[in-house]
């Protein structure tokens, strides 16, 4: 059985340190143990990291086998063999790391959620994955069965894979394995714990610090320095981001003829507008005078619309209520898994949506 409850939540750094413990694993074998490794990165960003632990199993001799989703080979250290994968491959949402060799076997198989945990100080590190893992060569050879099937290899390297598979079925799995169950499950909360701790920590650590420069005064709402910490190093053409670039027009102008307090007031009621249309995990950010950016991750393009034309209806009723000015919004709506997320190109687009009374106008990924 797993050593991981079957479909357990994983989130994105106990993910990283199950994936180093089983890489370990494959370098602590004995020399003469032949083993085959297969990995699914997702993209290639995520493999480059470790492409050093890679080079090293390969060097071992290892029939070493990494799957990302590009469009063309990638580059990878001699040994390595690169699966290529289609964004719509099933596999393209895995992130896996399997040991097979005779005398032993380890593996991690998780399924990408494209949701975030909303505490999460970073979206890159919120990224959330159900999965299990374990210990047993029996669970790792049914892994290399799966992957073997199912991805695009050489035939030199199938064969390899089937000489090993042969050899696995010709050697009887050692019954120690069984005794690594209890301390390795043990050894991975103690993992996750320390993980919900660091988190914890952190977040205490923000709330001391209060960085003034990541919450925008006038309206309580997030700044761009806080946008370039969230989304730091957030993988390209993984986790979907839905984007809605609010413009406000006659914010300025308020000022200008009712004063400081009026702007306040209407700035309030702007951001209130925004913000109680927002789950946990959704972030808005001030962007100059006119603008605020909605960060809306795993939110479907539907719902992205009609988030844009909800806080344009509600603000188009704030002259109902002090200082009854008109305050007209417009509104450039996209769900990305591009990175850079593409801001300037949606402020671009509501300077073409028509003005004022324009339309929700959509860019297109």
């Given at each position: 059985m797993d050593t991981g409850a079957p479909g357990e939540l994983l989130g994105k750094r106990a993910l990283v340190d199950l994936s180093h413990m089983i890489e370990k694993f494959a370098l602590a074998a004995p020399p003469d143990e032949p083993l085959v490794v297969l990995a699914m990165f997702q993209k290639l960003s995520y493999f480059e990291r470790a492409s050093a632990v890679y080079r090293a199993i390969a060097g071992r001799g290892a029939v070493t086998v990494i799957g990302v989703a590009e469009d063309s080979?990638?580059?990878v250290p001699p040994g390595v063999q690169p699966a290529l994968l289609s964004a719509s491959d099933e596999l393209a949402r895995q992130w896996s790391v399997t040991v097979l060799g005779p005398h032993g076997g380890a593996n991690l198989v998780a399924t990408d959620l494209e949701t975030i945990d909303p505490?999460?100080?970073?979206?890159?590190?919120g990224r959330t994955?159900?999965?299990?893992?374990?210990?047993?060569?029996?669970?790792?050879y049914a892994e290399v069965i799966?992957?073997?099937?199912?991805l695009r290899l050489?035939?030199?390297?199938v064969a390899d894979i089937d000489e090993l598979l042969r050899a696995v079925r010709g050697t009887p799995e050692p019954p120690y394995h069984e005794w690594w169950s209890g301390p390795t499950g043990f050894l991975a909360e103690r993992v996750r714990t320390a993980d919900r701790r660091r988190i914890a920590a952190e977040m205490r650590l923000d709330a001391m610090k209060g960085d003034n420069a990541?919450?925008?005064p006038r309206t309580g709402l997030y700044t761009e320095k806080f946008l370039g910490r969230w989304t730091k190093s957030l993988g390209a053409g993984t986790l979907p981001i839905g984007l809605a670039l609010v413009r406000i027009f006659g914010i300025p102008e308020v000022r200008s003829q009712y004063g400081l307090r009026a702007e306040l007031a209407a700035l309030r009621a702007v951001s209130k507008c925004v913000q109680d249309l927002l789950t946990p995990v959704?972030?808005?950010v001030r962007l100059g005078r006119e603008d605020f950016l909605v960060v809306l991750p795993s939110w479907a393009p539907e719902r992205v619309l009609w988030f844009c034309e909800e806080v344009c209806a509600r603000v188009a009723r704030l002259d109902q209520q002090y200082p009854f000015v008109s305050l007209p919004g417009v509104a450039a709506a996209t769900v990305t898994r591009s990175r850079p997320l593409p801001v300037e190109q949606l402020r671009q687009?509501?300077?073409?949506?028509?003005g004022p009374s324009g339309p929700v106008s959509v860019l297109r990924d």
């Open positions: 080979p990638p580059a505490v999460a100080r970073t979206l890159e590190d994955f159900r999965g299990s893992w374990s210990f047993r060569r029996g669970d790792a799966r992957l073997r099937a199912a050489p035939a030199a390297v990541e919450r925008d959704d972030r808005a687009q509501v300077l073409v949506s028509g």
